[in-house]
């Protein structure tokens, strides 16, 4: 999937879906089962070991934050529910 592609249906999925901003809240989603999807800056500080596909973001945390429509670097991004998004299926 390239980077075009994943950007598209992470837009989708951040405004129809539900999901997690950050690497302790992916660490505590993961813990409890609700996290279906990992997208992961490719500078993020630790990597992350789910249970749930992880697919690395072909871009840096600020690029990843944009793309989140925050205004700061954001190194991971846990969907929880993908809306409708069919990012989760894609990657499967």
Do not use: H, R, W
């Not at 997690?20 to 992961?40: C, D, F």
């Not at 793309?67 to 894609?90: A, N, Q």
Request: proline share 3%; charged share 30%.
């Amino acid at each position: 999937m390239n980077k075009e592609e994943l950007a598209k249906e992470l837009k989708k999925v951040i405004q129809t879906g539900k999901i997690y901003i950050g690497i302790k809240q992916a660490k505590k989603a993961i813990k409890s089962g609700e996290a279906k999807l990992i997208v992961v800056a490719n500078n993020a500080p630790e990597e992350i070991e789910a249970n749930v596909p992880v697919v690395k973001f072909d871009g840096d945390g600020f690029e990843l934050g944009a793309l989140c429509g925050k205004p700061f670097s954001v190194s991971v991004v846990t969907i929880t529910s993908e809306g409708e998004g069919k990012l989760v299926s894609m990657v499967k």
